[in-house]
């Protein structure tokens, strides 16, 4: 392919260490909803979606509605939860530092939570200025539209960029936007990450990955 033009990270799972915490506040948040679900059953099912993904995903498959606080009281619970709790992905630090080309964020998540993560992280210094929420387009992933509009705010070529995901829906977004994906096998399994140019388990591993997606 060309030279690599822009690599776009996903946030959750990825460069802030969020998902089996958020998946455990979800978990917990929809039980006392009224669906009695597990924090391994929405990583599964939820992972890399947006919160009003969920919220359809759930109404239809129990037939019930959701309260219009439902999102208040998730992001309350999960904010006290990043605050004492999170971390930064192992090894994501040591790769940003590597990094000699343009980057960004584009994640799922709202711009508060997206803030908050990189605040308690400190990882913000990393991406301002260079930060994409799923609130700025209509369709969340699986949907092409926030890596699209990334790539469009940057001036990069979509066949230029490389997004690094850790879900089925980023990879199938990524996949759609007619971009270069790499996998992260954290939480999901590789086999789950069907489509991906190429796994990788640690992230010590994404430098040379890229600088082969160069080549
Ligand atoms: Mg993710």
Do not use: Q, W
């Amino acid at each position: 392919m060309a030279p690599v033009g822009l690599v776009i990270f996903d946030n959750d799972g990825v460069v802030v260490d969020s998902e089996l915490l958020a998946n455990e506040v979800l978990a917990a948040v929809l039980t006392g909803e009224g669906y009695p679900v597990t924090a391994d059953e929405c990583i599964r099912d939820f992972m890399g979606g947006s919160l009003d993904g969920v919220r359809s995903t759930v109404e239809e498959r129990a037939g019930l509605e959701l309260p219009s606080t439902f999102a208040e009281r998730y992001h309350d619970r999960l904010f006290e939860a990043f605050s004492t709790r999170l971390r930064p992905v192992a090894g994501i630090t040591g790769v940003l530092d590597a990094l000699e080309g343009p980057y960004c964020l584009a994640s799922s998540g709202t711009v508060e939570r997206i803030n908050r993560s990189l605040a308690v992280t400190g990882l913000g210094s990393y991406f301002e200025g260079r930060i994409f929420s799923a609130d700025m387009v209509r369709r969340a992933k699986p949907a092409p539209d926030l890596f699209l509009h990334a790539a469009a705010a940057l001036s990069v070529d979509p066949s230029r960029c490389v997004v690094v995901e850790d879900s089925p829906n980023g990879v199938r977004a990524g996949l759609a936007a007619g971009m270069k994906v790499l996998g992260y096998a954290a939480l999901t399994p590789a086999a789950r990450l069907g489509g991906a140019h190429a796994t990788f388990g640690d992230m010590g591993e994404l430098p040379g990955l890229l600088r082969g997606l160069d080549d």
